[in-house]
């Protein structure tokens, strides 16, 4: 018996009666739609979607110049940089692994992009809000993903300027590190 309200609403089997003898029938109930729950909670751009299906530079770089991993199991996300870096210190090659959510593909996805061809100087200006920005935004809810690509790319250039020597001028931090939650 419905009464308008989608929460209280019950299958009539729940209405039975029940003999001592018989366990209670859990309640069943109807929820709203789950095309409207998404879109009252996530709305993800055209490009955060077509960096989360058709991801950019995925893989390993064998030979990389820094590795960089940020994230923890308690946040639900890791992510994995690997850069290639020339004499002149320009990325000619970047690639990530990440286990995480498709927002969290997305935004190192779209970080890479952001990065390759240009100086290791210009990575470290990369910040998390320009990897928001060029995906045409993220859910609040999801910028701590944003936040993990930004530090993949300091954590592989750390790597980086560790293996030639230079001392890290730079500040390393992990979203994950002060609360713990992910999604």
């Known amino acids: 018996i419905g009464t308008g309200d989608w929460s209280s609403d019950v299958c009539s089997s729940d209405l039975q009666k029940k003999t001592p003898t018989q366990k209670p029938k859990k309640k069943h109930r109807i929820n709203k739609p789950k095309s409207d729950r998404r879109k ?31 994230g923890n199991a308690k946040c639900g996300d890791i992510m994995k940089m690997y850069l290639k870096i020339d004499d ?10 990440t286990f995480g959510c498709g927002a969290a593909i997305a935004t190192s996805s779209m970080a890479t ?18 990897v928001v920005e060029a995906l045409d935004g993220l859910p609040p809810v999801k910028i ?15 790597d980086y300027y560790r293996k030639i020597g230079r001392p890290i001028d730079f500040e390393l931090a992990s979203a994950c590190d002060t609360d713990g939650e992910g999604h």
């Open 40 to 70: 009252k909670y996530m709305q993800y751009s055209e490009k955060v979607m077509d960096h989360f299906m058709n991801p950019r530079n995925v893989g390993e770089i064998e030979d990389a110049s820094g590795v960089g991993e940020v």
């Open 113 to 130: 992009e952001l990065i390759k061809g240009h100086t290791v100087k210009e990575a470290l200006e990369l910040t998390n809000q320009a």
């Open 88 to 97: 002149d210190d320009v990325i000619t090659d970047c690639k990530f692994k």
């Open 144 to 158: 701590h993903c944003s936040v993990l690509a930004e530090e993949a790319i300091k954590s592989a250039l750390a």
